[in-house]
């Protein structure tokens, strides 16, 4: 007799392997909720603890599109803290059965080859808030520099991948940790996209331009959506921190996703941030948003080094000519008002844009254009600006 779709699902999943715990994850439980359709579409939860690989995610979805008769898989990853609540010690609606028909799923219950459902436990008592952890010392990491902006869409990766690839040019050692988690673009920026490799249980960073890099983007697929609360996002994080093997470097540039939400707290929480670089545009808006990026960083006790203005004008290819197209002057007013210094102003280049789409930042492109002396010219004053707070 053949298989049932529920069946290769739980065959396949018995196959992926969860090393922390030597086991696979549907005997680990860490797989509930498995629901198909009469059209092959299958959705499951799957509960990642903090010190779980991330990979696992990307390991499962791939175990169960390679089976025959799926033709659509989702994974909603939540944090393992919370399945004590999520509905262990009761059957979630629907759970085990089929999604189109709420039909008994065949091997759900008794008597059926494997189970689609861990077996639930007593339900346990609502846990307390733990107490905020303590960011630990990376020494190897040299100084950890947060590139953050209040909004999106001004340029903040663009700008964390020039610094970065210009100070290696410098002779610095680099390295730069895309937290972007909701966004990952700093493979393509930097032109690098394959799995990193590891060894003795490390993750070794890809190298690109004379930088070492680690993003989330080089261990999902290019379209997976990062659907993913706090605690999954600071894993991450963690993850980033702890198991890559960074080797020795001067300069650990953050590349934070927009805003003051997860990543930041996640970031200040698990590593002790020297600084961070906030990065707007001249339009008031944005203005408005990266001064909030700076009070947050101000409030969790990591000094702002200083602000970066993008897009600061374009200039006319042909007489030279700037023109303010988002406004003049509102990253000189961020600065003066937060009594901070303008690192730079970086001019609207549209070789910037086609390098970043290529993989070729302007610093390695075009380093004697407008904006890649400006990019180098701010880069020396991150410089500066680090070695004045090593010294204070």
Not at 162 to 167: F, K, M
Not at 253 to 260: A, I, L, N, R, S
Request: glycine share 10%.
């Amino acid at each position: 007799m053949p298989e049932t779709l529920q069946e290769r699902i739980a065959s396949a999943l018995s196959r992926v392997h969860n090393h922390r715990l030597d086991t696979d994850v549907l005997s680990a439980e860490m797989v509930r909720d498995i629901a198909t359709s009469t059209e092959g579409r299958v959705r499951l939860t799957l509960f990642l603890a903090p010190n779980d690989d991330a990979t696992l995610v990307r390991e499962v979805r791939q175990a169960l599109e390679r089976i025959e008769g799926v033709t659509d898989v989702r994974v909603d990853v939540k944090d393992a803290s919370e399945s004590a609540s999520s509905g262990i010690g009761r059957a979630a609606p629907g759970a085990g059965r089929d999604a189109s028909t709420g039909a008994r799923a065949p091997g759900a219950g008794p008597g059926g080859r494997g189970r689609s459902l861990p077996v639930m436990t007593p339900p346990a008592a609502a846990p307390q808030r733990p107490p905020a952890p303590t960011p630990s010392a990376y020494p190897n990491l040299g100084r950890i520099i947060a590139i953050s902006s209040g909004k999106g869409g001004v340029g903040k990766s663009t700008i964390s991948t020039n610094l970065a690839v210009a100070l290696a040019q410098m002779g610095a050692r680099v390295g730069l940790m895309d937290a972007d988690v909701y966004g990952p673009n700093i493979p393509r920026m930097m032109g690098v996209s394959a799995p990193p490799p590891v060894v003795n249980e490390k993750i070794q960073p890809l190298e690109a331009h004379g930088v070492k890099l680690m993003s989330l983007g080089f261990l999902i697929e290019r379209d997976q959506p990062a659907i993913w609360r706090g605690p999954i996002v600071m894993k991450i994080i963690q993850q980033f921190l702890r198991d890559v093997q960074w080797g020795q470097l001067d300069y650990f540039f953050v590349d934070m996703p927009p805003g003051t939400g997860d990543a930041q707290l996640s970031l200040v929480q698990s590593a002790q941030v020297h600084g961070a670089l906030i990065v707007t545009t001249p339009q008031a808006v944005a203005v408005g948003d990266a001064l909030r990026g700076v009070k947050m960083f101000q409030r969790v006790g990591v000094p702002v080094l200083g602000i970066i203005e993008n897009m600061s004008w374009l200039e006319c290819p042909h007489c030279g000519k700037p023109s303010p197209i988002f406004g003049s002057g509102g990253g000189e007013q961020l600065a003066t008002e937060v009594e901070l210094p303008l690192l730079g102003q970086i001019p609207l280049y549209p070789p910037v844009q086609e390098g970043g789409d290529a993989g070729v930042p302007i610093v390695t492109s075009e380093p004697r254009s407008s904006a890649g002396r400006a990019l180098i010219e701010t880069a020396t004053r991150v410089s500066e600006a680090v070695g004045a707070l090593a010294v204070s």
